[in-house]
């Protein structure tokens, strides 16, 4: 479908630039989405690829990542059936899922591609995705949101009265969208056209040598028991952090005024801010002092983790530039616009507001791009608008699905992508769906726009 998807963007940007005299524009995106492909999202991205790799062998060598897969087990095994219980591939997904509900993004992607690179190891049709690598990216698409952070920032920074009122309607939405992509992603992987192939000779037996491998991997691998005084390196840290927490999202507790910010936020918000803010810190922290009281050689052990950085991201850019040039392509010729001209129509009978058409359109394409038509409808309307609003909770609720497919699938050399897309793509539409619906039910009506 990727295939269908790719050509036909090149060929409409094409077409309708010809047609409207928009050529150069075309060509202006291709070579400008091109060069932000490498120099804008992989090359920043290599450093923090590292950086989280690195930390995710950490958790891995010290047991800490089969600690957490087997925690989440019950649930886990019903969304992956094929993934075995105590597969790092879980506790990588579960990790990513976490980074995501706290819109922790610089460390979503890279826990995600480790993920991916995991379920990969299990994959015995190389170039095909899995029934579990098309979920985990439906997931993805679909993400509860607990805060979204971004669109927090930009009502607060243009002046909302209350900018964290879009906090409860993203999580109901992207609650929504999460529980539709599950459903599309189960139904459509049991449809004819999308069942995985056959197994050929070729592929058994590279999958053999390959479990062969990791299962001599593993038994090299060998961790401590915690000894004593590990258990009270590992309490000193937790008490820490949990003096921390309180410190800083309940200062009252201590007998220190609260920032006014913090004020105007109910225990909930305050908690979840918090955990937002301690989160990268803690997890930069712990799993490094875990390791080590394990008797892991984390210096070293880090820095192998680190080396596949590179590795990763090199794989990554052609499938960036690829899905990257055509979107750049297609928004040059004036397509988006053209798609808005001639649903708005439709919109309007089913009560969708038309302004929101651009947004809903690009979101899947381009994140900067439907970061840009966010804040221009901020500033037009007002950041306490309906419209507003409603377009923070789509922001917050949805994901740029063609970039998440390129980086996750590209990581690991996915050229068949079988139902993922059309998952993703249906997980963005309810998200879209429902912040509209959910907004209206939450904040009312606004005649002036609707």
């Not at 002046?159 to 409860?168: A, C, F, R, W």
């Not at 930069?284 to 984390?298: E, H, W």
């Not at 080396?307 to 392509?329: D, F, H, S, Y």
């Amino acid at each position: 479908m990727l295939n269908y998807i790719w050509l036909g963007l090149i060929v409409c940007a094409v077409l309708i630039g010809g047609v409207t005299g928009h050529m150069k524009e075309v060509s202006d995106g291709a070579f400008t989405m091109a060069k932000t492909a490498v120099m804008d999202i992989a090359l920043p991205l290599i450093g923090i690829m590292a950086l989280w790799l690195g930390i995710m062998r950490l958790a891995e060598k010290s047991g800490m990542v089969q600690l957490l897969a087997r925690a989440l087990r019950p649930m886990m095994v019903r969304l992956f059936p094929d993934v075995p219980a105590e597969h790092p591939a879980m506790g990588s997904m579960l990790m990513n899922m976490a980074a995501n509900m706290l819109g922790l993004s610089n460390a979503a992607t890279p826990l995600g591609i480790r993920a991916m690179k995991d379920l990969e190891s299990l994959n015995p049709r190389p170039g095909t995705a899995s029934n579990a690598m098309c979920t985990f990216l439906a997931i993805n698409t679909s993400s509860i949101q607990l805060i979204p952070v971004t669109a927090v920032g930009i009502l607060a920074v243009k002046g909302s009265t209350n900018p964290s009122s879009i906090i409860g309607t993203s999580f109901l939405a992207t609650l929504c969208a999460a529980i539709s992509a599950i459903i599309m992603v189960k139904t459509l992987e049991k449809l004819p056209m999308f069942r995985l192939p056959p197994l050929t000779e070729e592929d058994k037996k590279k999958k053999s040598e390959e479990t062969k491998s990791e299962e001599e991997a593993a038994k090299a691998v060998t961790v401590q028991p915690m000894q004593w005084w590990g258990m009270i390196v590992m309490g000193a840290y937790f008490l820490f952090f949990g003096w921390l927490f309180l410190s800083l999202g309940f200062p009252e507790i201590f007998g220190k005024p609260a920032a006014e910010d913090l004020q105007k936020d109910n225990p909930l918000i305050r908690i979840v801010k918090t955990l937002s803010l301690l989160s990268i810190p803690m997890l930069l922290s712990f799993f490094p002092l875990y390791a080590m009281v394990r008797g892991i050689k984390v210096y070293e052990e880090f820095v192998e983790g680190a080396k596949e950085g590179l590795q990763v991201i090199i794989r990554i850019i052609p499938n960036l530039v690829a899905i990257l040039v055509a979107i750049g392509m297609f928004r040059g010729a004036g397509g988006i616009n053209m798609l808005t001209d001639l649903l708005s129509p439709m919109m309007n009978r089913i009560h969708f507001p038309p302004e929101l058409l651009p947004m809903a359109l690009v979101r899947p394409l381009s994140g900067s791009g439907t970061l840009g038509i966010f804040t221009e409808l901020v500033t037009r309307f007002g950041p306490d608008h309906l419209l507003s609003r409603t377009a923070a909770t789509i922001y917050g609720s949805t994901e740029t699905t063609f970039y998440v497919l390129a980086v996750y699938f590209g990581s690991v050399g996915i050229k068949r992508t079988r139902h993922a897309v059309p998952a993703g793509l249906v997980a963005d539409t309810v998200g879209i769906i429902m912040s509209v619906i959910i907004c209206r039910m939450m904040f009312g009506a606004a005649p002036a726009a609707l």
